[in-house]
């Protein structure tokens, strides 16, 4: 779906280097995509990386949600995006390492999922043509998401990607989750409550 901007929904903009590289858990088939947020005023513009305009969802905070809980759910779709694990850091994975990882479940389609490692199956690291170190243990997933959830399956390290150090937040989201809140019922409920409370405790000191 595309949204254009206007005079009075300009996007919100910051430096390169306050964006994170982030990723999305689609409500349709539950895996993770890399995307790039756009707020246009109070809209959300969700859009896939290496996806067509047509695959963009658009989330407007004053009407997408009803309750701090489902701002909340929708915060825990977006996270930093996990990086592809390298064969030098394949000693810091054991069981109970959290991935996300490729799924093979059809040939076709390329998704990725949550798992977490159960088994390590090392083999001796060998060296490619230019001396790099080259990774051939076995991983064993257990799958906590995606149309293998609950099964154990064998991956190897291209397939696998770890969860970054940099835990940081895109402004834009969080920027777009505050508008959301500030436009819930329940918050409008209590601003006027405040300013009632207010207004009668002038009344009350102007009668004295």
């Known amino acids: 779906m595309e949204i254009s901007g206007t005079e009075n929904s300009a996007p919100a903009?910051?430096?390169?280097?306050?964006?994170?590289?982030?990723?999305?858990?689609?409500?349709?088939?539950?895996?993770?995509?890399?995307?790039?947020?756009?707020?246009?005023?109070?809209?959300?513009?969700?859009?896939?990386?290496?996806f067509p305009s047509e695959y963009d969802e658009v989330f407007p905070a004053s009407e997408h949600f009803s309750s701090s809980v489902e701002i909340g759910q929708f915060a825990e779709r977006f996270?930093?995006?996990?990086?592809?694990?390298?064969?030098?850091?394949?000693?810091?994975?054991?069981?109970?390492t959290e991935v996300c990882a490729l799924c093979h479940s059809t040939a076709e389609e390329v998704k990725f999922y949550d798992a977490i490692v159960v088994q390590v199956d090392r083999t001796r690291h060998g060296h490619n043509e230019k001396g790099e170190e080259v990774c051939?243990?076995?991983?064993?997933?257990?799958?906590?998401?995606g149309p293998l959830v609950g099964k154990v399956t064998c991956a190897k390290i291209e397939d696998i990607c770890l969860r970054p150090k940099?835990?940081?937040?895109?402004?834009i989201l969080l920027l777009f989750l505050k508008k959301a809140k500030d436009q819930l019922p329940e918050h409008s409920h209590n601003v006027l409550v405040d300013s009632s409370g207010a207004k009668s405790t002038q009344e009350r000191q102007v009668r004295q």
């Open 13 to 50: 903009s910051f430096a390169d280097d306050d964006r994170p590289d982030i990723e999305y858990r689609s409500a349709l088939d539950g895996a993770w995509y890399s995307v790039e947020l756009v707020l246009l005023h109070d809209v959300l513009v969700v859009r896939y990386k290496e």
């Open 79 to 96: 996270r930093p995006s996990f990086e592809q694990m390298q064969d030098s850091e394949c000693p810091t994975v054991a069981k109970g």
């Open 136 to 145: 051939k243990c076995s991983f064993l997933l257990s799958w906590k998401s």
């Open 166 to 171: 940099n835990s940081r937040v895109d402004p």
